[in-house]
């Protein structure tokens, strides 16, 4: 196993409010989409009264019903939407991303171009440019970051890469002359990061467990399959691959697993191994 790996504070922090929210008030739940990346989680949540919405459902709500704010945040519109139609909100934003939206608000307001390193249609970074009016420029490379100002305020998606990170910014120092950055990647996306890459470089395979649609998982699998050969992508013991159970040339199995894991999940998967 790699030392980091699974649930990380913000998404336990959020399954958690949500959980005890239920308790509260013993009614229908709603999150403002899935609340984390990780299909057997949201289930489990349906089976608790609990439902994810699209923000276009907003509108079909009644004053007083239950809406979660998810780990990933919203724009600051999305809020005044809430506020208007009288709902009973709960913020689970995780406080990492918070403090993005915190740093990217005030600058953009002292007259910064906003740059966020990351992917534009995860929906954290379409939180955090909803509280700069949706005017960042978002990307990673030199195609997608070509047009900066010369006064910049530059943060990151949590879950991006180091190695991006460097890159982007060494491309804004040549091209710009005013920059405030803040490196925002999350602690527990770097730490989970190096564990699995260390891990990696010594078994005979990889397994990586998480949401196909998780983007810390994503990044996990293509940082161990650099790595490793033979290194798979899995959300359940049911999508082990039979051939890597019956390979007779395989050893050593490292696992590691995404952010929105949990600890159930990933023991099922070690459980099927032995």
């Not at 229908?28 to 276009?56: A, M, Q």
């Not at 906003?114 to 955090?128: A, F, L, N, Q």
Request: hydrophobic residues 35%; contains cysteine.
């Amino acid at each position: 196993m790699a030392d980091k790996s699974g649930f990380c504070f913000g998404v336990k922090r959020a399954v958690d409010l949500v959980l005890k929210t239920q308790q509260k008030y013993k009614k229908p739940i709603y999150t403002l989409g899935p609340l984390i990346h990780n299909n057997d989680v949201i289930e489990f949540l349906k089976s608790k009264d609990i439902y994810s919405i699209d923000i276009e459902e907003i509108e079909n709500l009644k004053k007083d019903d239950v809406v979660i704010i998810r780990s990933h945040g919203i724009p600051l519109c999305i809020f005044e939407r809430l506020r208007i139609k009288e709902l009973k909100i709960i913020d689970a934003t995780c406080p990492y991303v918070s403090n993005i939206h915190k740093k990217v608000k005030k600058y953009h307001e002292l007259g910064y171009q906003i740059v966020i390193v990351g992917d534009k249609d995860h929906p954290e970074v379409t939180g955090i440019n909803g509280w700069c009016e949706n005017s960042a420029i978002i990307g990673k490379d030199e195609e997608s970051l070509n047009n900066i100002n010369n006064k910049v305020c530059v943060v990151s998606q949590t879950t991006e890469k180091e190695i991006n990170w460097q890159k982007a910014l060494n491309y804004i120092i040549k091209n710009s002359k005013e920059i405030v950055a803040f490196n925002t990647i999350c602690s527990a996306t770097d730490i989970r990061q190096k564990s699995a890459e260390n891990l990696s470089k010594i078994v005979d395979t990889m397994i990586v467990i998480g949401g196909k649609h998780s983007s810390n998982t994503t990044k996990l699998y293509e940082i161990c399959k650099n790595n490793c050969k033979y290194t798979v992508h899995i959300e359940n013991k049911k999508e082990l691959p039979t051939l890597l159970l019956e390979n007779k040339d395989i050893n050593t199995i490292g696992i590691t697993a995404g952010a929105s894991t949990p600890d159930w999940i990933i023991q099922e998967v070690v459980n099927c191994l032995k």
